[in-house]
């Protein structure tokens, strides 16, 4: 079964960090490129960051500095590092693998990630 199970949110304090993990079940997993959107309540979901299969990074402009994203192929796993996080990064936060040239878009179920005072 084709799988992303996200893990690390959690509630965390302006100015604090957190990790969040994707685990991917599929094989093949490193031509996969991978990305990480949010959802914030009454928003759209948007995009993140991205990691190609050849790991190649892109930052929204709002994480930019802040957030950094990476993978390890041997353990089939995309990482977000967010630092100095804002009230505004309160989201749900998604996992996503898309194969280039294809349709095959695989979607995690998300993990909540809330800064709060």
């Known amino acids: 079964q084709v799988q992303l199970v996200e893990s690390g949110g959690g509630l965390v304090q302006p100015g604090g960090s957190l990790r969040l993990s994707c685990a991917a079940s599929?094989?093949?997993?490193?031509?996969?490129?991978m990305s990480w959107y949010r959802q914030a309540p009454g928003k759209e979901r948007e995009l993140v960051a991205t990691i190609t299969s050849g790991g190649s990074t892109d930052y929204a402009d709002s994480v930019k500095g802040r957030f950094a994203i990476s993978r390890d192929n041997g353990k089939n796993t995309v990482y977000l590092q967010m630092n100095s996080l804002k009230l505004e990064d309160t989201a749900v936060y998604y996992c996503?693998?898309?194969?280039?040239?294809?349709?095959?878009?695989?979607w995690g179920q998300g993990t909540q990630v809330t800064v709060s005072s």
């Open positions: 996503n693998g898309k194969l280039r040239g294809t349709t095959v878009s695989v």
């Open positions: 599929f094989r093949y997993f490193s031509i996969y490129d």
